[in-house]
């Protein structure tokens, strides 16, 4: 029973950000003073639970190797930085909030890898997140976390000058839960799947 609610927390706080779930990027930044977006789906499944949202982004290049993007998955707003070290790796970070009837935020630390091509760009993504809900209740204080490891291996197919098209898959490793009751490690890994078009560069 405890792993069922486990599992059940896990994609509560999960869906709610969208935050682990999402990679859909390869090293490559947006140039400085360009725009790029997309939609795709996200999707995990934890204890036998299968979930996938849909979401959208929107990316800025704001100085040369680094940019800047604004998520949304499910009902959570999550924003994030990535610089670009070359084409063949980056490093990123990022925060997500969402409130329904409790308050949840999160953060991520990624690590971007890729062989880049004209056409083809196959690439991978390592992303340590912790991702938290708090509320109050009659006056108690109520709260939930997770710390999450996931890795994904994508492709990226360039369609032409502004179009792409994104498609991996990988795991996530929920490393602690903890709670108000106490606390839980859950060893069972979720399988990730993300995909996704892109306009732009």
């Known amino acids: 029973m405890l792993k069922k609610t486990v599992g059940i927390l896990t994609l509560f706080l999960l869906v709610f950000t969208g935050c682990s ?56 707003l999550k924003v994030d930085t990535k610089y670009s070290f070359s084409d063949w790796f980056a490093l990123g970070a990022g925060a997500s909030l969402a409130s329904f009837g409790v308050l949840i935020y999160g953060g991520e630390a990624s690590l971007y890898a890729g062989i880049p091509g004209k056409v083809l760009y196959p690439y991978g993504v390592a ?34 000058e502004m179009f792409s098209l994104y498609g991996e898959g990988g795991i996530g490793v929920p490393l602690a839960i903890g709670s108000s009751a106490g606390s839980t490690t859950l060893d069972d890994p979720g399988f990730i799947f993300g995909l996704g078009v892109s306009v732009g560069n």
């Open 21 to 76: 779930m999402y990679h859909l990027q390869t090293p490559q930044v947006v140039p400085q003073g360009k725009v790029a977006g997309g939609i795709g789906l996200a999707g995990i499944t934890i204890s036998d639970f299968p979930f996938a949202i849909p979401g959208f982004w929107v990316r800025a290049g704001v100085v040369p190797n680094l940019d800047i993007g604004v998520h949304s998955w499910g009902l959570g």
């Open 127 to 160: 992303r340590l997140s912790l991702t938290g809900a708090s509320e109050t209740i009659t006056g108690d204080y109520n709260w939930a976390g997770i710390s999450m490891f996931s890795s994904v291996l994508g492709l990226r197919l360039r369609l032409g």
